[in-house]
C-alpha cells in the first residue's frame, strides 16, 4: 500500500520560510514524478511543484517561481519543497503526490498523479 505522510507545515509570518517534507512508503519515489499541490479555502487545488524521477527537471508554477524549491532524495524516499519569501496568499493545504514515470507537460494538473498524501497547512500571516 502506498501511502505519503506530509510534514513540516506551520504558521509563519510574510517574508519567512518554511521546509515541507514528503516521506513515501510502500512506492519507489525514484520510480515517479512527485508533485505538489495546494489548495485555499474556496479554491481548487492548483499544483505548485514538480520534480523528475531522478530528480535533473524541475517545475513550478509562475506564482512560486523564484521563491520555491523543489527538490527530492530518492535514497531516503522522500521529497521536499523549500518555501522562501512566502506571502499571506501562499497560505493553504499542501499536498505532495506521485506519478508513476515521467513527469507529464501537464505535471500541474492533479488528475495525473495516482498517489496523495493527507496534507499539511501552511499558513502565512502578513
Known amino acids: 500500500q502506498v501511502q505519503l505522510v506530509e510534514f513540516g507545515g506551520g504558521s509563519v509570518q510574510a517574508g519567512g520560510s518554511l521546509r515541507l517534507s514528503c516521506a513515501a512508503s510502500?512506492?519507489?519515489?525514484?520510480?515517479?514524478?512527485m508533485g505538489w499541490f495546494r489548495q485555499a479555502p474556496g479554491k481548487e487545488r492548483e499544483g505548485v511543484a514538480a520534480?523528475?524521477?531522478?530528480?535533473?527537471?524541475?517545475y513550478y508554477a509562475d506564482s512560486v517561481k523564484g521563491r520555491f524549491t523543489i527538490s527530492r532524495e530518492n535514497f531516503k524516499n522522500m521529497g521536499y519543497l523549500l518555501m522562501n519569501s512566502l506571502k499571506a496568499e501562499d497560505t493553504a493545504m499542501y499536498y505532495c503526490a506521485l506519478d508513476p514515470g515521467r513527469c507529464a507537460v501537464s505535471w500541474h494538473e492533479e488528475s495525473v498523479y495516482d498517489y496523495w498524501g493527507q496534507g499539511t497547512q501552511v499558513t502565512v500571516s502578513s
Open positions: 520534480v523528475s524521477p531522478s530528480g535533473g527537471s524541475t
Open positions: 510502500g512506492y519507489s519515489v525514484g520510480l515517479a514524478c
